[in-house]
């Protein structure tokens, strides 16, 4: 089995049981404040850190592309002006592919 | 509201929450060949992984040239609020025995917001599994068709590597109102950014947690002041 079939059934499964675990533990367990505080805040910490990586990071240098950072900033746009997420997601993507088109 | 139409608004969301899954899901497929995966490898995420967010982590990491063990990692720290979504799906839907094996399979953002979003518990299961069923069929049948059609074309000429970025952005924005949630946000760019080129694609991004830890670990405001609970 290659290591990327590996990771991808490793992934997988785990992601399964997180669920599984929600409901299945004792409520007790999960409810507690401090942890619904820090599991409330952890998707804020990895969202944010995936939109500037997947914008900013190419392994150990920083790179970007204009067209994509320009979709991504079209779409915030999108976002504050209160469009929905398949707006979001179609503004993105449509100004992304006229800018490559045209450069 | 009565019945029927309680019943109809329901299959109605949950249509068009079919629909944007299977736009999302040609994107996941087409995205996913693009940084290496087969078509059968797109396809058993779908099915098995089935929270989008994690999935669109896991091969993001994985086509930047980051390591399993990285892009691993990701997927599961963003993966972990399906945990918490199970509290109020269970205490809604009582699954007992096997039911809870296939309730916990659809434990994601848009079925928990969708069934909590209902006024009474009929409704909510109701809308739970009508979503989760929609969702992931349309999520699988997108993913395929994705994978198959993103094999043979170029992604980024059509906008494609702006997707998973701008999908990141979207699910962010109204968890920014959270207590805590701007600086969070604030901080998790500045450690991600600042370590980019000290460790390989993939490590920033799991360091960005610990911003999370450290702000919940900090006393909060409503247990410092219950009178504005």
């Given at each position: 089995m290659t290591t990327l079939w590996a990771t991808i059934l490793v992934a997988s499964v785990a992601s399964y049981g997180l669920k599984l675990a929600g409901v299945s533990l004792p409520e007790s367990l999960i409810s507690h404040p401090r942890v619904q505080r820090i599991a409330g805040l952890l998707p804020i910490a990895m969202l944010s850190a995936l939109v500037v990586s997947d914008l900013f990071d190419s392994n150990r240098q920083y790179a970007a592309s204009g067209p994509t950072v320009a979709g991504v900033a079209a779409g915030a746009l999108a976002l504050w002006r209160g469009r929905s997420l398949v707006a979001v997601f179609l503004i993105a993507i449509l100004v992304t592919a006229s800018l490559r088109a045209i450069t | 509201m009565s019945f029927v139409n309680e019943h109809q608004a329901i299959f109605r969301a949950a249509a068009g929450i079919g629909l944007y899954a299977g736009a999302f899901g040609l994107t996941f497929g087409a995205v996913a060949t693009a940084a290496g995966l087969s078509v059968i490898q797109a396809v058993v995420m779908s099915a098995v992984m089935f929270t989008g967010a994690s999935q669109f982590a896991l091969v993001g990491i994985l086509g930047a040239g980051g390591a399993p063990l990285a892009a691993l990692s990701a997927a599961l720290l963003l993966g972990l609020r399906n945990t918490f979504y199970g509290v109020p799906i269970a205490r809604l839907v009582r699954p007992r025995g096997l039911r809870r094996a296939s309730t916990a399979h659809f434990v994601i953002d848009e079925t928990t917001a969708m069934a909590m979003a209902q006024p009474t518990v009929r409704a909510g299961r109701r809308a739970f599994w009508a979503t989760g069923i929609t969702l992931f069929a349309l999520w699988n049948l997108g993913t395929l068709g994705g994978a198959l059609i993103g094999s043979g074309i170029n992604t980024s000429a059509f906008g494609l590597d702006a997707a998973a970025p701008a999908i990141f952005l979207a699910l962010l924005w109204p968890q920014?109102?959270?207590?805590?949630g701007r600086a969070v946000a604030l901080g998790a760019v500045i450690v991600t950014l600042s370590l980019v080129t000290a460790v390989p694609a993939g490590v920033p991004i799991i360091a960005a947690a610990a911003v999370a830890i450290f702000a919940g670990l900090l006393p909060s405001a409503a247990s410092r002041r219950p009178e504005d609970e």
């Open positions: - | 920014l109102a959270r207590e805590h």
